[in-house]
């Protein structure tokens, strides 16, 4: 790209009328010619290429006053790039696989299926920042540290099964284990993000002391409950082995998980089948976008040395010229 620099110098163009006029008033005025008393008294004049280039050192010398003032207003040649200064998050999925996430609520898959996809999702849209994976049920523990590669998280993710833990629900411990997972990043933004389908029955650390500790390190919790409300078809076996679905009540303690979001400053919502859920993770992550700055950079390259040479260049040969072989009568 090429542009000027320094552009108030162009207002040095005006001179250029204002000279071609002087020029004209001396000519008017009889400076530049020799009276005879009888046009006989000269030879014809037949054009040749020394009178042609003495008749046109003015515009010579006009052409070397611009290309002076175009050096004085420093032409430049940009090369011009972007360089992106991302800041990402770090956000920890905190994923209940109680007993109670087979519920078939979400059909045709139950709760934990239909969460591990919709979490899925939500990890591929978030490419500037570092995700990590915490389950729980009686006991919890750290599925997948921190990490920017998606693939080992979705991987990690999808290997979940009902079942892995003591069945339970100890929030309390899960938020702790999260919380002691990511306390410690290096990213200014901190979230958990819980999903649970139940109410807080194991464990050692009560969930309130948990979100203290949370709040205490600038850490935002999104609490989601999942299940609808009512009942809600769970599978069992009989007595042959064979697969049925009973009616189970749903209870989810909704005043506690509120209670967690609020203390960390983050918020509350309730999924009751896969598009509340899918909605959930959706507002979220439009709220907790990743911080992206752009810089423009510019590679300069001067070109005013190469219009001030030709142009002192051109005019050293007119005023050569001038006093030489084009050399006029006063």
């Known amino acids: ?18 000279l071609g006029w002087w020029s004209s008033f001396l000519k008017r005025k009889g400076q530049r010619h020799i009276w005879f008393s009888a046009q006989g008294l000269l030879p014809a004049d037949k054009p040749t290429w020394k009178g042609r280039l003495s008749k046109n050192l003015f515009h010579f010398k006009m052409a070397s006053l611009l290309l002076c003032i175009l050096a004085l207003a420093r032409p430049q040649w940009l090369n011009t790039y972007q360089l992106e200064e991302q800041k990402g998050m770090d956000i920890l999925l905190a994923l209940d696989i109680s007993g109670s996430m087979a519920a078939v609520d979400f059909k045709p898959k139950n709760r934990l299926e239909v969460a591990k996809e919709v979490i899925a999702t939500f990890i591929e849209k978030r490419k500037n920042d570092r995700l990590g994976l915490v389950i729980f ?8 540290p921190l990490t920017i590669d998606d693939d080992i998280l979705k991987f990690h993710l999808q290997e979940t099964e009902l079942g892995e833990l003591e069945d339970g629900t100890a929030l309390g411990m899960a938020l702790a284990t999260s919380v002691n997972r990511i306390q410690h990043a290096a990213a200014k933004t901190k979230i958990i993000i819980m999903l649970t389908d139940g109410v807080n029955n194991r464990g ?20 989601i409950g999942v299940g609808t409300h009512g009942q809600a078809p769970y599978p069992v076996l009989d007595s042959f082995g064979r697969q049925q679905y009973v009616m189970v009540s749903v209870e989810i303690d909704e005043t506690l998980l509120q209670e967690i979001a609020k203390t960390t400053g983050g918020l509350y919502f309730r999924a009751t089948d896969r598009d509340s859920l899918q909605n959930i993770f959706s ?26 040479a030709l142009g002192l260049v051109m005019l050293l040969l007119v005023e050569t010229a001038r006093r030489s072989f084009l050399r006029t009568l006063p």
């Open 204 to 223: 050692e650390i009560d969930p309130r002391d948990a979100a203290k500790m949370a709040r205490d390190f600038n850490i935002k919790v999104y609490t």
């Open 137 to 144: 049920a009686a006991t919890s523990y750290t599925k997948c």
């Open 283 to 308: 507002e979220i992550d439009r709220w907790e976008k990743s911080k992206i700055k752009i810089k423009n950079y510019y590679e300069t390259r001067e070109l005013f040395p190469y219009f001030l």
């Open 1 to 18: 790209m090429f542009r000027l620099a320094a552009k108030a110098y162009l207002l040095l163009l005006l001179l250029g009328p204002l």
